[in-house]
């Protein structure tokens, strides 16, 4: 299938339906279709602007009368992790984040189908089915990875001096794009069995190192929204940024 070159992307507007995160509420979406030549540099400005990517579509809420979804990002340089962070962080020493291919495979979409139960049961994503997930992960024209999460595999002593690969099957994961600022998390899961790890928390944090070797200013998070449950997460990473209108203004408290 041929992909034609377009010269200028074109926006189109969704239907209304009912808001994901704040009650009583509909939501509506700005979008375009990331799938000409260029698309990797679209990606990147459109990311800067406070798009977010799922599948081969970049999108942003244009809801009239509400601007609550606010993207987020951390700036890796001036993030300092909290006490309870840095705990985190040592408790999973353990594990290794590796790069991989955007690949569904059986044991990701396993792991998926358990995150989403235990986690998220009623909500938009329950009812995908293994198709849906190879999708989502797959259907991308930028430079999109899996960092995939093991336990390291112990040292043997037949070995190379130094050895150490990561072992095991994937206990987390997560789907993410990497720009010319920045890494983005599109979407994340786990295993949910294992709730004393923090997964959840520890991914962001093993993904702001790993912007940091990388020479990344950035880790986007995607959309805080005040009064939502679901995004208070995103509270906690301090410095961050929240783009308000034009600018991205740092949050400092």
């Known amino acids: 299938m041929s992909v034609e070159r377009q010269s ?5 507007i969704t239907s209304e339906g009912e808001c994901p995160y704040l009650p009583n509420r509909t939501e509506r979406k700005v979008f375009t279709h990331l799938v000409s030549f260029e698309a ?16 081969n ?17 951390i700036p890796v340089d001036s993030f300092r992790p909290t006490r309870t ?3 985190i962080w040592r408790r999973n020493a353990s594990l290794r ?26 909500g938009s994503m329950a009812g995908m089915t293994a198709l849906d997930f190879a999708a989502m992960v797959e259907e991308t024209f930028v430079d999109t990875r899996l960092i995939t999460y093991r ?22 994961c997560a789907l993410t794009d990497v720009h010319n600022d ?6 994340s899961f786990y295993n949910p069995r294992m709730e ?27 959309y805080w929204v005040p009064g939502s449950r679901k995004m208070a997460y995103k509270e906690r990473f301090l410095p961050q940024e929240r783009l308000i209108g034009d600018n991205w203004l740092p949050i400092e408290t």
């Open 8 to 12: 200028f992307p074109q926006f189109f």
């Open 40 to 55: 990797s540099d679209l990606h990147d400005l459109l990311t800067k602007t406070g798009f977010r990517r799922s599948q």
């Open 57 to 73: 579509i970049a999108y942003r809420p244009a809801c009239d009368g509400c601007s609550l979804c606010i993207p987020v990002r």
């Open 85 to 87: 962070m840095r705990k």
């Open 97 to 122: 984040g590796r790069f991989e291919p955007p690949r569904a495979t059986s044991g990701l979409f396993s792991l998926f189908r358990d995150y989403i139960e235990a986690r998220h049961g009623d």
């Open 151 to 172: 336990e390291r595999a112990p040292i043997s002593l037949a070995g190379p001096a130094g050895e150490g690969a990561e072992g095991g099957e994937v206990v987390a």
């Open 182 to 187: 920045g890494l983005s998390m599109i979407y």
């Open 196 to 222: 004393n790890r923090s997964l959840g928390t520890y991914m962001i944090l093993e993904h702001i190192e790993r912007a940091r070797r990388m020479g990344l200013p950035y880790v986007y998070l995607g």
